[in-house]
C-alpha cells in the first residue's frame, strides 16, 4: 500500500508528540558531557576508601568499648561522643559498597543503592550535627560552668540525641530518588540521581541548598562562636589544663574546615551550575567532576579522624583506655598508669 499524504500528516503528529515527552528526563548538566572513567584512578579511589572504612571501624568501635566500659561516670560530652561513633561507624560500613563501584560499577542493585545512599546520608548530617552539639556542651562546660548530664540528668541528652538523628534522617530522605541507571556512552552501571520531569530539577536544587545550610553552614557557625567563645575564655585563666584544651579545640575545628570545607564549596558550586547560575562548559564540567570525587574522598576521612581528635587526646579517654588494656592484660598495669586513671575522672570530661 503506497502511504498517502494523510499518513503522513498523522506521523508527523505522533513524532511531535513524542518529542515532547517528559516522563522521564536527564538534565545534561547532571552528567559531565563525557562520562570520565579512568580505571586507575578508580583502583585509587577503592584502596582510599577501604582503607579509611578499616581505620574509622577500628577507631570508632575502640571509642565505643572504652565509653561502656566507663558508663557509670559517661558526661554528656561522653554520650555525644559514642553517638558521633556509632554514626561515624555506620558511615565507614558504606564505604566498601562505593569501593566495589569505583572498579565494577553499581552491581547491588536498586534497593541497595537506595538504602546504602540514605545511610550514608543519614550518617552525614548527623555526624556534622552531633559535631555541633559537642561545641555547644565544651562551651556551656567551660564558659559558664554548666554540667548538663548533672545538672539536667541523662533525659535532656537522650532527648537532644534522639533529636539530632530524627533531624537527620528527615533531612536524608530527598536521596531516595537515587537509583540504579546505565548512561549512555560507558558500559557501567550507577547509583545516581534519577530525575522524572523537569521539575524534579527544581526539587533537588532545593534540597541541595538546604544540605548546605542545614547540614554545614549553620554547624559550622555554631562551632565557630562556641569555639572562638571558648578559647577566648581560656586566655583569660592559667594551667596547664586549661591551655591543653585550648590546643585540643583548635585542633577540632581546623579539622573539620580541612575536611568537609572544601568538598562543601564544590557541591555549592555544582549546585549553581545545576540551577543554571553558572553557565554549563563541558571543561568546566570535567573539573568539578573531578574536584567532587577528590573532596569528597578528603571529607571521608573526616570519620576516621574524629576518635583520634575526640578521644586518643584527651587525657581522660587515654587513660581510660590504658587501664581497660591492662583490665584485659594487653599492657602492664603500673601503679603510675593507676593513678593516672583515677585522677583524670575528677578532671573536665570529654576532649580535655
Known amino acids: 500500500k503506497i502511504m498517502e499524504f494523510d499518513d503522513l500528516e498523522k506521523w508527523q503528529k505522533y513524532f511531535d508528540n513524542y518529542s515532547d515527552y517528559e516522563e522521564f528526563y536527564l538534565d545534561p548538566v547532571t552528567f559531565a558531557c563525557t562520562p570520565i572513567v579512568n580505571e ?20 570508632n568501635m575502640v571509642v565505643m568499648v572504652v565509653i561502656f566500659y566507663n558508663r557509670r561516670i559517661m558526661s554528656s560530652t561522653d554520650i555525644y561522643l559514642l553517638h558521633l561513633a556509632v554514626a561515624d561507624l555506620l ?42 552539639c559537642i561545641s555547644v556542651d565544651r562551651y556551656l562546660s567551660i564558659v559558664y560552668s554548666t554540667k548538663i548530664h548533672q545538672q539536667k540528668g541523662p533525659f535532656l541528652i537522650k532527648v537532644i540525641c534522639a533529636a539530632v538523628w530524627v533531624l537527620a534522617i528527615l533531612l536524608s ?10 548512561p549512555a556512552g560507558i558500559d557501567r552501571t550507577m547509583c545516581y540521581e534519577i530525575l522524572d520531569g523537569k521539575s524534579a530539577e527544581t526539587w533537588k536544587i532545593t534540597t541541595r541548598f538546604l544540605r548546605h545550610i542545614i547540614g554545614f553552614l549553620i554547624p559550622l557557625a555554631v562551632m565557630i562562636f562556641c569555639y572562638s567563645v571558648t ?15 585550648m590546643k585540643v579545640i583548635i585542633a577540632v575545628v581546623l579539622a573539620f574546615l580541612i575536611c568537609w570545607l572544601p568538598h562543601n564549596i564544590t557541591v555549592f558550586i555544582d549546585t549553581l551550575m545545576r540551577s543554571k547560575y553558572i553557565d554549563y562548559i ?3 564540567r570535567k573539573h568539578i567532576d573531578r574536584a567532587l570525587i577528590g573532596t569528597q574522598i578528603l571529607g571521608f576521612l573526616h570519620s576516621c579522624i574524629n576518635p583520634i581528635l575526640y578521644a586518643f587526646i584527651g587525657v581522660k579517654f587515654r587513660n581510660n583506655l590504658l587501664k581497660l588494656l591492662a583490665m584485659i592484660g ?7 598508669i593507676h593513678q593516672k586513671a583515677s585522677t583524670s575522672l575528677s578532671s573536665v570530661s570529654g576532649l580535655t
Open 231 to 245: 578559647i577566648w575564655r581560656l586566655c583569660q585563666t592559667r594551667g596547664f589544663q586549661k591551655q591543653k584544651a
Open 282 to 284: 563541558c571543561d568546566r
Open 173 to 182: 530522605l530527598p536521596i531516595l530518588y537515587k537509583g540504579e541507571y546505565t
Open 40 to 59: 586507575s584512578i578508580n583502583v585509587v579511589i577503592a584502596v582510599v576508601y577501604s582503607l579509611v572504612c578499616f581505620l574509622a571501624v577500628t577507631g
Open 91 to 132: 558511615f565507614a560500613v558504606t564505604l566498601p559498597f562505593w569501593a566495589v563501584d569505583a572498579i565494577s560499577g553499581w552491581v547491588f542493585g536498586d534497593a541497595m543503592c537506595k538504602i546504602i545512599s540514605l545511610l550514608q546520608e543519614v550518617n552525614f548530617y548527623s555526624g556534622i550535627l552531633f559535631l555541633a
Open 330 to 336: 594487653i599492657i602492664k598495669q603500673s601503679e603510675e
